[in-house]
């Protein structure tokens, strides 16, 4: 297992209830990053500083590489989100990689999902467009559906963030060398080209590598659409490797406190029980509502 920092796009509704938080005391330190297998791995992957997108294509590969996640079909696990104030939101998550079929059940619902509502909510996105269930009955509130097709493209995103900096729309510029604890990092910004999005206002995002393993250990990251304009948010990390894929399984989300700019805890999520290569196809969880 390997500690490791990343920044992640939070459901807004956290986000904006939680930037005034007081800080939080949760220590920052990361486990050493074990190289030996991940060098091995990523040995013939080009390396430039010159050319940034080399070292995104580098970052994939030592997460286990994109040829071999998309290999692996699918993945279902379990999702527990859990905020300050101890209310979570806990889920089953499956996503089909092919078009990014992505799926939810949540059993418990008392932050982003239809908080104060009875019985499970189910999620689905098809690739188009998001449909929500309460108890079995389909939701037409759009406000619900559109909470529902955030999250179910959000939470895509998180789980295969390694390998989608890598699709196209990119901008990547390369930030020179920081030293963050005695480690020296190559300083990589990402963002996206709004011809490609469509979008006045994308994300940025700031992230650290580890030269020598080639894996992301911190980042930073903006969210424009709920007026972060910079890259202030941040989280801590925690890798697991399953069936050769580095999976992150604990996130520990910080923001600044507006009064005093000290980062303070947003959200703690943890996954468990990753499985890839389940047999899912979008038909099948298209019925399980």
Known sequence: MKRITLILCLPFIVLLSSLIVSCSNSSQQSEAVTEETVVEEVAEVPYDVNSPETLLLAVAEACGGMNAIKALNDVEFEYTYVAPDGKKDVSIERYIFENEVSWAKYSTHEINVMPGAEGDVVQFYDGNSAAVYLGGEAVTDPEVVGVGQFLRQANYMWFNMMFKMT????????????????????????TYDPEVTGKEENDIFVVYIN????MVESFYFSLPAF??????????LTYEQVNGIYVITHRVMKGPNPETGEMGLIVDQQLKNVKFNNGFTADQLSQEM
């Open 167 to 190: 699709d196209p729309g990119i901008v990547a510029t390369y930030q020179g060398q920081e030293e963050v604890d005695g480690q020296t990092y190559d300083k990589v910004h990402v």
């Open 227 to 236: 007026g972060v304009q910079e890259p202030v948010l941040h989280a801590q």
């Open 211 to 214: 030269p020598d393993s080639r």
